[in-house]
């Protein structure tokens, strides 16, 4: 007896939860720090074209594929007659494990910062010793404690299934994330330093975007959109018939840069704003958001930092809890519906599975010297580092070129007009259609090809 597939209860419900898989740290955390190393402008630029000419259309291609099939990552691909090419889904469930693994980690600081400015702000700021930090995540019990706690969140959520679950826990978190964000940009236009900010993020000048700006750029916007590993696929199979597979797919990808945009507005104001700080920051990918931010908010720079501070922690958390949930989710749904498992059991077995990689990298930045200090890739030392570096610059890139090939070359071109409803009024598939197709069957493959490449010869865009 086949089990009647569970599915978003309204656009808007699958709109959010896909934009909150979307928005994480990577658009909170990383995009700022790799914007302000590009040297701003012209990189921003570069990104944008990035995200319209691969990651929109490979966005349309994994939803399309999932909301095709009614399966998640790896079954869609047999459902619509192409087994072969299970393996992207399975590189997709793999990366699942890989991401969340270290993702959880992260997150979890997000929580201790956010208590530390809670604190700050009750009983006044007393600016943390240096080396602190190493301290904090060198500490291993700490490490564990915090990441437990986002694991079992995670859990929490993916165990009610997707509009129980998933889509009622995003429904609230995403809009209340906006209106915080809408709170600081608000905040951020009386601040001395806007302007700068505005004119180093929207004023390319190419001599300054280093040539790697470009690929780094591509691999980002993979990160960033949660694509390559067949969550898209996986969440689109619980989209019902009558949703635009475009148009959601278009929200997700504006919601997600203009949050990336607006994180950098905030970040770049609070850092010009204070005298002498752009040129010590960032030594450290960590360091922009954990450390100098903190202390950013106590400096007297910001109106209202105290309130602030607590609150900006807490976006941060909110954005990384509905990404976490997305990455278990693709875990999850494999389980269900490729070995029948009941959603209780393939969520308890996926999230405690995973959490023992968790260990391992919440033990790896100095808690344990043998699993912190190895170096196997040139610059990358021990397992959060690597993993990071295989999930960022391998599996979602391979994962990305496989998506593109399948959907522009192997899948029936027939399947694609008929979920993407790109046709004129004669039935004959329109000028949309056409663009996108010279975009999935031809740009995105080349361009992702180059940053295989580019890997291969030893960048690291992680
Ligand atoms: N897109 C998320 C972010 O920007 C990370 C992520 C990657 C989530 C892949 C799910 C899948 O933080």
Redesign the pocket.
């Known amino acids: 007896m086949s089990k009647v597939r569970e599915h978003w209860g309204s656009r808007m419900g699958f709109i959010l939860a896909a934009a909150g898989?979307?928005?994480?740290?990577?658009?909170l955390w990383?995009f700022p720090y790799i914007t302000w190393h590009n040297n701003g402008g012209a990189f921003v630029l570069v990104y944008l074209i990035c995200i319209l000419v691969v990651g929109l259309p490979i966005m349309m291609a994994e939803i399309l594929i999932g909301r095709r099939a009614q399966k998640s990552a790896v079954p869609a691909f047999e459902e619509i007659g192409h087994k072969r090419w299970s393996w992207i889904g399975i590189v997709g469930v793999l990366?699942?494990f890989v991401?969340l693994g270290y993702?959880s980690v992260i997150a979890g600081w997000s929580i201790t910062t956010f208590l530390d400015c809670i604190g700050w702000s009750l009983n006044g700021y007393t600016p943390p010793p240096d080396g602190a930090f190493g301290a904090f995540v060198s500490d291993g019990s700490t490490q564990l404690g915090l990441s437990a706690i986002f694991s079992v969140a995670t859990l929490g959520v993916v165990w009610f299934g997707i509009s129980g679950g998933i889509e009622k826990v995003t429904k609230f978190l995403m809009p209340t994330l906006f209106l915080i964000l809408i709170y600081f940009v608000i905040s951020s236009f009386s601040m001395s330093g806007f302007s700068d900010a505005m004119a180093f993020l929207f004023e390319p000048n190419f001599s300054e975007l280093p040539a790697t700006g470009i690929l780094e750029a591509l691999g980002h916007a993979f990160?960033?959109?949660?694509l390559g590993?067949g969550?898209m696929i996986t969440y689109g199979s619980y989209l019902t018939k009558d949703m635009s597979v475009t148009r959601v797919s278009a929200m997700v990808v504006i919601m997600?840069t203009v949050v990336a945009l607006l994180a950098c507005v905030i970040m770049f104001t609070i850092i010009y704003s204070t005298p002498g700080l752009s040129e010590q920051i960032g030594k450290s990918t960590v360091g922009m958001l954990f450390v100098t931010l903190p202390n950013l908010f106590y400096s007297g720079a910001m109106p209202g930092g105290t309130i602030l501070g607590p609150l900006f922690y807490l976006l941060v958390a909110f954005?990384?809890l509905t990404?976490t949930i997305?990455?278990l989710e693709v875990m999850v749904s494999y389980f269900i519906d490729a070995r029948g498992w009941t959603r209780a059991k393939s969520s308890l077995v996926c999230a405690s599975g995973t959490f023992v990689n968790t260990i391992f990298c919440a033990l790896s930045l100095g808690a344990v010297g043998l699993l912190s200090s190895f170096t196997w890739v040139s610059g990358k030392s021990g397992v959060l580092d690597h993993l990071d570096y295989l999930a960022s610059n391998w599996m979602?890139p391979i994962g990305g070129f496989g998506i593109a090939l399948f959907a522009g070359w192997v899948l029936d071109k027939k399947v694609s007009i008929e979920e993407l409803g790109m046709v004129d009024s004669s039935g004959a598939p329109n000028m949309q259609y056409k663009i996108w197709r010279i975009f999935i069957r031809f740009v995105a493959p080349v361009a992702i090809a180059a940053v295989i490449i580019a890997v291969m010869l030893g960048k690291d865009f992680s």
Not at 21 to 27: E, P, R
Request: charged share 10%.
């Open positions: 898989s979307a928005i994480g740290l990577g658009n990383k990366a699942g991401i993702y990160f960033t959109l949660s590993m969550l997600d954005a990384a990404s997305s990455l979602l």
